[in-house]
Each structure stands twice: as structure tokens, then as C-alpha cells.
């Protein structure tokens, strides 16, 4: 299993172009989600997928679009570049976990090795 | 909305404790935690469900105060291989919504 792969590594735009970074996975997993980390900031959700056709906003969706054809790929587009987008962006994906007090929950999140994005 | 962790940075001697704490101001079903080492992506810890189940290493351990909103995680006899940053992450009930806190910096020295 090659587990959660994205693409490219680095990246480096020019304000204004838009571009689309790359995430599958092969575990079968139902939830993927992607996030930003800036530095003192954490892990910031940008979308996240609990299905197939099926999206939603995290904390800091503007700017940001994704769609979800497939329970392999959940490729994040930006759609014009701006600077404050600079920052390393992480793909995640897992299953869920059901709790005995009825709740479901999302279970081991397994991360991509991360994008380096740099816009000038 | 992020929960809130503290503090916010920690340095131990190798062998030491530390405890690292997470909050949040609305009701949470799940906390989930998380190591990062430098350059590298987050590596999962435990997760922590409200009814009080766990999953995670053996060798971590963590509390989860369904009442107070709060979890903390132990780390015990610390190791240098412990140095890291500790993200907590946080689920309400019926949504699937991981959201995770701003981190809080681990050095262990020798």
C-alpha cells in the first residue's frame, strides 16, 4: 500500500495563477480532509470528505475549492493564488470509528507527506 | 473552532513528565492526538471517545473530561525520541469535523 501520496512536493505561483494539488489514497477510505500549517497557527481544515460526491467547509475554506469523483482522490484547487495562501498543505485520510454511545467519530488519520506551496 | 492547548511550549530533561492539556468551549465526542517531528506529517497518538473508549499506543496515555471539555495527555519518563510538536484534535458529536489546536512544542535534552 502506498498510503495518502500528493502532488507535487513544491510548488512555487505567481499571484493570480491557479493550480491543483493532487491527493489519493488506497485504503478505502470514506473520510479525507485536507489542511494548511502555518507556522504558530496548527493544523488548520481547509475540506474535508466524508464520502464520495460528498464535500463540506472546514475553518478556512475561501479560496479554496474541491470536489470528491472518486473514494481514492480529493485534489484541492486554488482558484487564484494569493500570498497569504503560502504555506505547507497536508492531505489526510481514515475510516470512522463507532463509539457504544452511538456517536461515530474519524479514526486514525493517516497524512500525505505534505505540499510545500510558495506564492510570490 | 480550535480547541485550545497549553502551554504552548514545554523543555524536560530526558526522563522527566509532562503533562499537555486540551480544551474546548463546546461539547466534544471525540479527542484525538497527534506527534509531529520537523519537516515530517503528523503521526497519530490515541483517540479518546466520549463514553470513555480509547485507541492508541500502549505507552501513551491520556484522560478525557467529558464534563469539562478537557483532555490532557501524560508522557511519562520522557525519551529524546519524544521531542516534537503535540497537536489535539477535536470532534463534536454527530460531525465528523477534526479540527485541531495551534500545537504545543516538546524539547526533551539530555
Known amino acids: 500500500n502506498a498510503g495518502v501520496t500528493q502532488t507535487p512536493k513544491f510548488q512555487v505561483l505567481k499571484t493570480g495563477q491557479s493550480m491543483t494539488l493532487q491527493c489519493a489514497q488506497d485504503?478505502?477510505?470514506?473520510?479525507m480532509s485536507w489542511y494548511r500549517q502555518d507556522p504558530g497557527m496548527g493544523l488548520r481544515l481547509i475540506h474535508y470528505s466524508v464520502g464520495a460526491g460528498i464535500t463540506d467547509q472546514g475553518e478556512v475554506p475561501n479560496g479554496y475549492n474541491v470536489s470528491r469523483s472518486t473514494t481514492e482522490d480529493f485534489p484541492l484547487r486554488l482558484l487564484s493564488a494569493a500570498p497569504s495562501q503560502t504555506s505547507v498543505y497536508f492531505c489526510?485520510?481514515?475510516?470512522?470509528?463507532?463509539?457504544?454511545?452511538?456517536?461515530?467519530?474519524?479514526?486514525?488519520?493517516?497524512f500525505g507527506p505534505g505540499t510545500r506551496l510558495t506564492v510570490l | 473552532q480550535q480547541p485550545v492547548q497549553s502551554p504552548q511550549a514545554v523543555i524536560l530533561r530526558e526522563g522527566e513528565d509532562a503533562v499537555i492539556n486540551c480544551s474546548s468551549s463546546?461539547?466534544?465526542?471525540?479527542v484525538h492526538w497527534y506527534r509531529q517531528k520537523h519537516g515530517e506529517a503528523p503521526v497519530f497518538l490515541m483517540i479518546?471517545?466520549?463514553?470513555?473508549e480509547q485507541k492508541g499506543h500502549e505507552k501513551i496515555s491520556a484522560s478525557f473530561n467529558e464534563k469539562k471539555q478537557q483532555s490532557s495527555l501524560y508522557l511519562t519518563a520522557s525519551q529524546l525520541s519524544y521531542s516534537g510538536t503535540y497537536f489535539c484534535g477535536t470532534e463534536n458529536f454527530g460531525n465528523e469535523k477534526l479540527t485541531f489546536g495551534t500545537g504545543t512544542r516538546l524539547t526533551i535534552i539530555p
Open positions: 485504503m478505502n477510505h470514506e473520510y
Open positions: 463546546k461539547a466534544l465526542y471525540s
Open positions: 489526510a485520510s481514515s475510516s470512522t470509528l463507532s463509539g457504544a454511545s452511538g456517536g461515530i467519530s474519524t479514526d486514525t488519520q493517516y
Open positions: 479518546l471517545l466520549k463514553g470513555g
